[in-house]
């Protein structure tokens, strides 16, 4: 099933700017929220969709890939896996066309037939307990690393690479057409200038072989969903001795039970009784630095209003600074109520005043007024 456009899933126009988008992101996330859908997968899917979709919508950068090339921009490889990275994009495209034909632009070949190894992508799913921390992973990445039999040559030791006879080590040929000469990649030798007569058996005369390798990728504290760490010289090797490719991680960050993010500031969703926000009362919230923080709400207390916990958010990246945390009060109705509950609730309506309920009390009140307009 295709992807739905962010914009819809936000329910944003394609212009919007960072409030608009920040502002319809809370309403849906604090709408589809696990804890207030529990066991609803629909619920949870749609979640997972807004994030993805402010997080991709609120960076300039990856805003702008989107509304150029739309999901295309970032469908390279899978959640956990790992791929070559695309290179430089449409550049690279041109550049290795017409430099073929021309017989200049660059080249991923160096000379003697060494070219170089092909970058790897490797996508990483991380806790937001582990962005608040900071960790040190250990990863295993499948690629080619050079042979330890023929050192990377691909000839068989004690022997090696001769040049080639076609093109004589430049790795071309020049052809006519008509009016034109034309430059092409060697045929012979594939543009290497080198050809190997008797090929290393280990690897085949590639130079390399395949095997998994251990790294270690440090994750500074604070990282934020969709940023690249890049690995020089941890890509895939070069062919017969040429320089290393690198290796791009790729963080994504795991949508939290509790906590939404923004940036470096955080936000939960507190349900509270009804009672408490009419006669004031307390709880405590447990933070990511694991300490518990009591929040007191005061009598009267509106639903979705909010309470700001300084310096209780993500750390701010490679800074000393924290961002905030801010509470939003959900007031739960009651239900299942017992025949006395009810009779209480009922007794309580009819010694109700305007004073009691001031927002609505106006709001009907206003109402009347304008239909009272209308009608005259």
């Known amino acids: 099933m295709a992807k739905a456009d962010f914009y819809e899933t936000l ?6 700017d960072q409030r608009e988008l920040k502002s319809a992101f809370r309403k849906l996330a604090m ?8 066991d609803n997968k629909e ?18 950068q990856k805003r702008a890939a989107y509304d150029q090339f739309g999901h295309a921009a970032f469908e390279q490889g899978g959640p956990g896996g790992f791929g070559r990275n695309g290179g430089g994009g449409f550049s690279d495209i041109f550049e290795d066309i017409f430099g073929e034909m021309m017989g200049g632009g660059r080249s991923r070949r160096g000379g003697g037939g060494r070219e170089r190894g092909a970058d790897l992508r490797y ?33 068989k030791p004690g022997t090696a690479p001769t040049t080639c006879g076609t093109c004589h080590g430049s790795g071309r040929v020049r052809a006519s057409q008509g009016f034109f000469s ?20 280990k690897c085949s005369g590639q130079g390399r072989v395949t095997e998994e390798r251990s790294l270690s990728v440090n994750i500074p504290a604070g990282i934020e969903d969709g940023t690249r760490i890049r690995l020089s010289g941890e890509g895939e090797a070069g062919m017969r001795g040429g320089p290393t490719g690198d290796l791009y991680i790729f963080l994504s960050v795991k949508p939290h039970e509790f906590f939404q993010r923004d940036g470096a500031d955080l936000y939960c969703n507190v349900p509270i009784s009804m009672t408490t926000a009419a006669l004031g009362g307390q709880f405590d919230v447990v933070t990511l630095d694991g300490a518990k ?3 007191k ?29 801010y509470i939003q009060i959900s007031i739960e109705t009651p239900q299942n109520l017992t025949k006395r509950q009810r009779e209480l609730l009922e007794e309580f309506e009819e010694l109700s005043s305007q004073e009691n309920n001031p927002e609505s009390s106006g709001f009907f009140s206003r109402m009347r007024h304008f239909f009272d307009t209308l009608s005259e």
């Open 11 to 16: 329910g944003v126009a394609r212009g919007a």
């Open 31 to 38: 709408e589809c929220h696990p804890d207030k859908n529990p």
């Open 43 to 60: 619920a949870e899917r749609r979640f997972k969709e807004i994030n993805e979709a402010y997080e991709t919508l609120k960076d300039p």
């Open 123 to 155: 996508n990483m799913e991380i806790t937001i307990e582990e962005a608040f921390e900071g960790k040190t992973a250990q990863i295993r990445v499948p690629t080619s690393v050079q042979c330890d039999e023929c050192s990377g040559t691909g000839a």
């Open 182 to 201: 034309v430059e092409r990649t060697c045929p012979t030798c594939h543009g290497r200038g080198e050809v190997i007569s008797d090929p290393c058996s």
């Open 293 to 295: 923080t009591r929040v």
């Open 297 to 325: 709400v005061p009598e009267g207390t509106q639903n979705g209003r909010q309470f700001r916990l300084r310096s209780k958010g993500m750390p701010v990246l490679r800074s000393s600074q924290m961002g905030d945390l």
